[in-house]
């Protein structure tokens, strides 16, 4: 079983940064780096989408298009923990952002596709 925990959201002004964390444990497969992981959101009443995601070795990343050239998905092995910058916020960027980690396995933007899920990290952009 992985555990994943994630912080740093909060309120922020539209144009404002953020920079959430995702800390993994537990891990069935033996390594963090052995997980690709993913960062999806939910705002109420909307269903989960994709935002960004990570290779296992941190050197593929792919974004949504929305938030492509703001937010930057990274990735730090030796500390189990997957992070995402989010830059010139905007208040349509509000919404839970979860992590996300699929093991053994390449990244992907289906939400279906990814084992484990952390509890999710408010984030509210106010205009």
């Known amino acids: 079983q992985v555990q994943l925990a994630e912080s740093g959201g909060g309120l922020v002004q539209a144009g404002g940064s953020l920079r959430l964390s995702c800390a993994a444990s537990g891990h069935t497969y033996g390594s963090f780096n052995n997980y690709a992981m993913g960062w999806f959101r939910q705002a109420p009443g909307k269903e989960r989408e994709f935002v960004a995601a990570?290779?296992?070795?941190?050197?593929?990343?792919y974004y949504a298009d929305s938030v492509k050239g703001r937010f930057t998905i990274s990735r730090d092995n030796a500390k189990n923990t997957v992070y995402l910058q989010m830059k010139g916020l905007r208040s349509e960027d509000t919404a839970v952002y979860y992590c996300?980690?699929?093991?053994?396995?390449?990244?992907?933007?289906?939400?279906?596709?990814?084992?484990?899920w952390g509890q999710g990290t408010q984030v509210t952009v106010s205009s």
């Open positions: 996300a980690a699929r093991g053994g396995s390449s990244w992907s933007t289906r939400s279906t596709e990814y084992d484990y």
């Open positions: 990570i290779s296992w070795s941190g050197g593929t990343t």
